[in-house]
Structures are given as structure tokens and as C-alpha cells.
């Protein structure tokens, strides 16, 4: 069975520096473009644009391609099944591209409209600051700066995490469905005082099929990280899917 939380470990430092820049690109931009802003009402409407979601796409794709392609890959080397000598070395990557592409638009939106709303959080915040103590918008501007600077490297823990934890279920949920032989999967949670109630509440609780839904606090969901659970039960998760060959004490007899 995978330790989820030790392989994860090794992707965290690439993905958090990744999404790091990914959201300074973005708040580089507002700030770009407030330069030439007369007063904090130009930069408030500078705010209040919608943001391209490019790089998100491109920062999920990466996460995707590179954790959910390992985790199949591992989880079919660790059911010991002769499949994993047929598949194709890069169909895991191909197919965690394409998934990405289709499968990730309402969390690429999310990711979007939360983006968006932190930073016009931040300048009407400011704002208010700044005009209670008269700061003039060169000063708004460099506060700006700090603050994006401090919001961008919490979010991009906050991502990195939640990503490489959605990215490895997924792909261990779909290296089991490929591996070839009957299995079963079971919710591994981390069961400590930073636990969710409900995710703790799954620990022992028996394998079910690799297609039925989890019953986690009375909401359904495919794995740890399912977007049906909504960011109650999805953000900083640290859960994990493991997978079970389904097999009965005649199997094993018989072979």
C-alpha cells in the first residue's frame, strides 16, 4: 500500500514555487497596470477585471501530468499486476493532459474567481487604509506589493497542497481501475488534531468497489479530494485512497 503523505512530500517544494509564480504573475499585472492609475479608484477598477485563466490551465496540467501520472503508475506496480508491463510508458502522462482539459474546469474557475476576490479584497482594504491616513498612491502602490506578496506565498501553500493531494487519489483511483485485476478501494485518513472530524471518522471503515462513493459525514464522494465534497472537505485535505486487491480466501486457495 502507498504512503501518500511521504511521496507527496517530494513534489512540494517544484509545486509550491510553480503556483507562487503562477499567482504573481497575476497580481504583477494589477500592479502593472495601477502604475499609471491617478487615484485608488483607478486601481479598484483595474481590480474588478476578470483575470484570464491560462495559467491556471497550465499550472494544473503540470500538477496533474507529473503527480497523477506517478501515483497510477505506482499503484499499478503495487498490486504486482502484468499489466503495468503493457501500458504504454506515456499514456499516464497523455491521459492526465487530457483530463486535465476536461475535467478541471469548475476547480480552474474557482481557482479564477477566488484569485480575483483576494486581490480586490486587498486594494478596497488598503483603500480604506489609505484614505483614513492619507497615504499618496505611490505609498497605496508599494502597500499593495507587500500585501499580494504575503497572500501569494499562503495561497501557494495552500494550493501546492491541495493539488498534489487531489492529483495522487486520482491518479491512485484510476491506476486501480486499470490494473488489471478485481480491487477495491478504502479511505486512508491522517488521523491527528489537525484532522477533519468527518475524515477521521473514515479510518477503519471497510473497502468498498472501485466505482462506489465514499459516505464521508453524509456526503458522497469518489475519493479524498472529489470536488463533490466542495472545499469543506477538500482544501488542505491530507487523506489518502488506497487500493485493495478483491480477493476472497478461495481465490487464494484456488490459485
Known amino acids: 500500500m502507498l504512503n501518500h503523505e511521504r511521496l507527496r512530500a517530494k513534489y512540494l517544494r517544484t509545486v509550491r514555487s510553480e503556483s507562487y509564480r503562477m499567482l504573481k504573475r497575476y497580481t504583477d499585472d494589477?500592479?502593472?497596470?495601477?502604475?499609471?492609475?491617478?487615484?485608488?479608484?483607478?486601481?479598484?477598477?483595474q481590480a474588478a477585471r476578470e483575470i484570464d485563466t491560462v495559467g491556471i490551465e497550465l499550472l494544473l496540467t503540470k500538477i496533474y501530468k507529473r503527480v497523477g501520472a506517478d501515483f497510477a503508475k505506482l499503484t499499478i506496480k503495487d498490486l504486482n499486476s502484468q499489466k503495468a508491463q503493457r501500458i504504454e510508458i506515456d499514456y499516464w502522462e497523455d491521459y492526465f493532459v487530457s483530463y486535465s482539459r476536461t475535467k478541471l474546469g469548475q476547480k480552474?474557475?474557482?481557482?479564477?474567481?477566488?484569485?480575483?476576490q483576494v486581490m480586490e479584497d486587498v486594494v478596497s482594504r488598503l483603500g480604506t487604509i489609505a484614505g483614513t491616513e492619507g497615504w499618496s498612491i505611490a505609498t497605496y502602490r508599494n502597500k499593495l506589493q507587500e500585501e499580494f506578496t504575503f497572500m501569494n506565498r499562503y495561497r501557494a501553500e495552500r494550493i501546492a497542497r491541495t493539488e498534489i493531494m487531489v492529483a495522487s487519489n486520482v491518479g491512485t483511483?484510476?491506476?486501480?481501475?486499470?490494473?488489471?485485476?478485481?480491487?477495491?478501494?478504502?479511505?486512508?485518513?491522517?488521523?491527528d488534531q489537525w484532522s477533519r472530524p468527518d475524515h477521521a471518522a473514515m479510518e477503519g471503515v471497510d473497502p468498498i468497489g472501485i466505482d462506489e462513493l465514499f459516505n464521508v459525514g453524509g456526503v458522497m464522494m469518489q475519493q479524498p479530494g472529489d470536488e463533490a465534497g466542495g472545499a469543506e472537505h477538500v482544501i488542505n485535505c491530507r487523506c489518502g485512497l488506497a487500493i485493495v486487491p478483491d480477493t476472497t480466501y478461495e481465490d487464494i486457495l484456488n490459485r
Open 30 to 45: 494589477l500592479l502593472k497596470r495601477a502604475e499609471t492609475a491617478q487615484t485608488i479608484g483607478d486601481v479598484q477598477a
Open 108 to 116: 480552474i474557475s474557482w481557482i479564477a474567481g477566488t484569485t480575483k
Open 173 to 191: 483511483l484510476e491506476g486501480g481501475r486499470n490494473s488489471g485485476i478485481p480491487v477495491k478501494k478504502r479511505w486512508e485518513p491522517i488521523v
